[in-house]
């Protein structure tokens, strides 16, 4: 498993397709999520020059994960797109805090696993761990994230301390919610609790 | 960072909050069925959120089970929420204390009917695909 991260100046052209061919894959066909597509590409308004990505490459250098970091001193999917999941409380806006969203760890060159296991995959852990650390370099100590009910229970098997911040919403038909998670190595968390 | 801490609240004002369903589902990422055999546990998830302010959420997950000749819920693992239950003193109670009251207190609400019923119309004309003719 190869791990790359970078912010969109970082990484090539080719590297970004694949990554927006992959989330196309994954939000798109597989989850049927109604997001912005362009030419087989998902991409949105919150995929800018200063957006950081980390990917996750299998063994044949094929995407199988991806994620999204985004400061919350700028324009980010929660505070634009999903405020009401804060169910009312002040929208972040700190460089101590990072956005994780279009988190993905769908292998679709393992034909042994249901693309809706994705988040029970060791994959999706060790890109977790990779996502948090990578936000934590650029100064993250909390990650507050839009996600899919199912990320809890990655939160929790990969160690990480994670609590909501508001009550989860039925949007387009899926259920989502907004998270906070201590962006400490899941060592520390454990041992502040 | 105002509003990235947990709901601190004693155990006792979460008893005297009424929850009310919002939502639940079965699980859809279980194992794929193997040649010949399929998958036999069914589990899943529920979610509750509190009627008034402060706003409460928990959600937690629960495997089918047989009861007498009815399928009944039993929840599995450690409830979720944006809570962090404090002492009768508002003392901090350490993690596990924490988590053990909140599934002492989740056990107690009588949510299986309720989530039974949802799930009953959310899939009653689904079939799983064994049975499909």
Known sequence: MRMISGSTNALSQTVLERMASYRYRVFIETLGWELPVREGLELDQFDRPDTVYVLSHDARDEVNGCARLLPTTRPYLLGEVFPQLLAGREIPCSPDVWELSRFAAVDFNNQNLNPLQQFSSPVAVNLLRESIATAAAHGAKRLITVSPLGIERLLRRAGFRAHRAGPPLVVDGHAIFACWIDASAPEEAALAA | ?133
């Open chain 2, 1 to 133: 960072m105002p509003g990235d801490e947990p709901l601190r609240l004693p155990l006792t004002r979460l008893r005297r909050l009424e929850l009310q369903h919002i939502l639940s589902g079965i699980d859809r990422d279980s194992p794929p069925h193997e040649e010949g055999a399929f998958q036999t546990v069914i589990t899943g998830f529920t979610e509750w959120v509190s009627t008034a302010h402060p706003i409460v959420t928990l959600g937690w997950d629960w495997q089918m089970q047989a009861r007498g000749n009815q399928p009944w819920l039993c929840r599995i693992g450690t409830p979720r929420s944006n809570l962090l239950l404090q002492s009768h003193g508002r003392k901090k109670i350490d993690w596990i204390e924490h988590e053990r009251l909140l599934q002492c207190f989740v056990d107690s609400l009588g949510w299986e009917t309720e989530s039974l019923k949802h799930i009953a119309v959310l899939y009653r004309n689904v079939r799983a695909p064994h049975c499909q003719v």
